[in-house]
């Protein structure tokens, strides 16, 4: 079983930065590819980052390419979201996933956390 737990969310105002992080234990997640989604009120759940388990491979949606970093710490199974430039309408619940393939997890990850609330202020 896998476990993720998301960290850092909170309030910020437009324009500003949060560093969002996810604590993942069980089975062997250090070799496992690891995202963030988002899910804004009212809308479907988003794809929004993706690294390979090694790190030398990262995606990003086209939304948030150039303010938005994904990284991840192995020796701590943990990965963060960096955020940067953040607007209103990037308001949502965000989570974090994890799925043994780096082709897959952009789609239909298999584990997932509960989310944490990112609000951004006008």
């Known amino acids: 079983q896998v476990q993720l737990v998301e960290s850092g969310g909170g309030l910020v105002q437009a324009g500003g930065s949060l560093r969002l992080s996810c604590a993942t234990s069980g089975r062997t997640v250090s070799t496992y590819a690891k995202g963030w989604f988002r899910q804004a009120p009212g809308k479907e759940r988003e794809f929004v980052a993706a690294?390979?388990?090694?790190?030398?491979?990262?995606?990003y949606a086209d939304a948030v390419k150039g303010r938005?970093?994904?990284?991840?710490?192995?020796?701590?199974?943990?990965v963060y979201l960096q955020m940067s430039s953040l607007k209103a309408e990037e308001?949502?619940?965000y989570y974090c996933a994890v799925e043994v393939s780096i082709s897959v997890i952009r789609t239909t990850p298999r584990y997932w956390g509960q989310g944490t609330q990112v609000t951004v202020s006008s």
Do not use: E, H, L
């Open 51 to 59: 690294i390979s388990w090694n790190g030398g491979s990262t995606y």
């Open 91 to 93: 308001t949502a619940v």
């Open 68 to 78: 938005f970093t994904i990284s991840r710490d192995n020796a701590k199974n943990t």
